[in-house]
């Protein structure tokens, strides 16, 4: 069945929640980003900062695999990415993914972070596609720190952030692939977490590994 080529995937209204659409784009699939139908203050002063963004962050990482394209600024209030046909992580259960794709999906986030950016918001399943590879998608909250910049010294710890949601993931899909240091690290992300505000927080037993 060919998927429906203007398709709403997710419309939660609010403030600062964009229209996420599955579009065409010169002939092929694309994801709307798009802010256009939101209030006069998120549509002319918030999403045009918010979409530019955005937008000069995933075109800094083009080029790492596992991270999709820009593609254009829309109406200056919407985003245009490549659109991935894969499921969230969390629609596989434990066990169903390979060994691979963990090696792959920490790859990326290696890459990222070496090209000076932080998602912060990688706890989030729907954040991370499986595709024919795993994908991080929506850098919304996503932190570019450049060389010699003074803010160089936090860096590490924003990629710890991101490195609390692999080891989640990793101790949810990969337990076996977990170690001691793992563990260790996983007990320091849970304080870290506690005091985290860009996105949710609950314990679940199937994360506890220790």
Do not use: C
Not at 69 to 89: K, P, S, Y
Not at 100 to 105: A, Y
Not at 130 to 146: G, H, K, S, T
Not at 163 to 191: N, Q
């Amino acid at each position: 069945m060919t998927p429906p080529k203007n398709e709403v995937l997710r419309d939660k209204g609010g403030f600062l929640s964009p229209t996420i659409r599955r579009i065409e784009h010169e002939g092929r699939p694309a994801i709307l980003k798009d802010f256009r139908t939101r209030n006069v203050v998120t549509r002319r002063i918030l999403a045009p900062a918010l979409v530019r963004r955005e937008f000069a962050i995933l075109r800094h990482l083009e080029g790492i695999a596992g991270i999709p394209r820009a593609i254009a600024i829309v109406g200056g209030a919407a985003l245009v990415t490549e659109f991935i046909n894969g499921r969230h992580i969390g629609k596989y259960k434990p066990g169903e993914l390979s060994d691979e794709v963990f090696r792959q999906l920490a790859a990326t986030v290696a890459a990222m972070h070496a090209r000076g950016v932080a998602h912060l918001d990688l706890r989030q399943k729907k954040n991370i596609l499986v595709a024919d590879r795993p994908y991080l998608i929506d850098f919304a909250n996503a932190v570019r720190v450049r060389a010699g910049s003074p803010l160089r010294a936090v860096f590490a710890r924003l990629r710890q952030v991101d490195e609390s949601g692999l080891l989640k993931f990793k101790a949810r899909h990969w337990p076996h692939l977990l170690t001691d240091a793992d563990r260790d690290r996983l007990r320091r992300h849970r304080s870290l977490r506690s005091l985290w505000i860009f996105s949710p927080h609950t314990d679940r037993a199937r994360d506890k590994v220790w």
